[in-house]
DNA sequence: CTGCATCCTTTGGGATACTG
DNA sequence: CAGTATCCCAAAGGATGCAG
């Protein structure tokens, strides 16, 4: 019996936050999130590609300007892609042309997660996440 | 101006994942999210603590059940609860008896992360994450 | 341009023992 | 019961340089 928000060894299986029968599924959805895109970039990366396919390169510069100013190294982010094309979360097509030219794009699989973003970006909108975090929004950099 | 599914650098700020406006923003929700309950625990705690106060001990145990069998150590889960208490995600009563009781319940801030988690659950109930990770479903282990 | 190889630092998580 | 103190290990992330 998994123990998401219910935990009862002997209930109906069926989550108390949505009303669905989870007696079908042994593991929690919440620590199984974390394993497929935890780390400090994927679901950002998510996020970029859900309006099409872009390049390694532009992936990264994309990860800068959301994220806090520094650069994702090539390395991070060419480990980060393969983990997600592996799992299935992403599409990856190589074009044949010099200078090299790579592609990356959601899978089927990756298009499941954006209900999930969606519902991160409401919550993003009210300032909830610079509240907890303090940023400030003064406009410009005191000093 | 944020790269968070907008990643033009003069747009109108306006997510195309939800159509709210964003332009006031500045972090991506999405890098924000893992910096706030980011680790192996802490979405599962939120999880089983959506139904009401639970003790120390209790939230130690209910993340064994959903969990992949290993107990969580007392040092980790310490650490968990005061990071999400100074976050303000999270209440924490003490009683004053012996033996010493405790018990955390979601604060404000950590309510208002209940619709994303909502939204994994469905997204789990679907089974795509033991898809994904490959979860065998045979009811019995192999041998 | 895309990505791998090396090396290094930081962080997160776990084992164990102990205290108010 | 609810933690804290030490010590340790593994994994994540970063810097730099090089290659197809």
Redesign the interface.
Known sequence: ?????N?T?HGPGV????G???S?????????????V???YK??I???L??GPLRFGEIGR???????GKPITPRILSRELKDMTE???LHRQEFLVVPKKVEYSLAP?GR??????????????????????E?R?TGHWPR
Request: proline residues 3%; glycine residues 12%; aromatic residues 2%.
């Open positions: 019996m998994m123990a998401l928000d935990d060894d989550s108390l936050l949505t669905l029968d989870m079908h599924i042994t593991l929690c959805p919440a620590i199984a999130f974390g394993k497929i935890g780390g400090r679901l950002h998510l996020c970029v859900h309006r994309s990860l800068v300007k959301g994220g806090l799992l299935g979360l699989r499941a997660l954006l209900p999930i973003l969606s519902e991160i970006v409401r919550w993003g909108a009210t300032g909830a996440h610079e509240d907890i975090l940023i929004k």
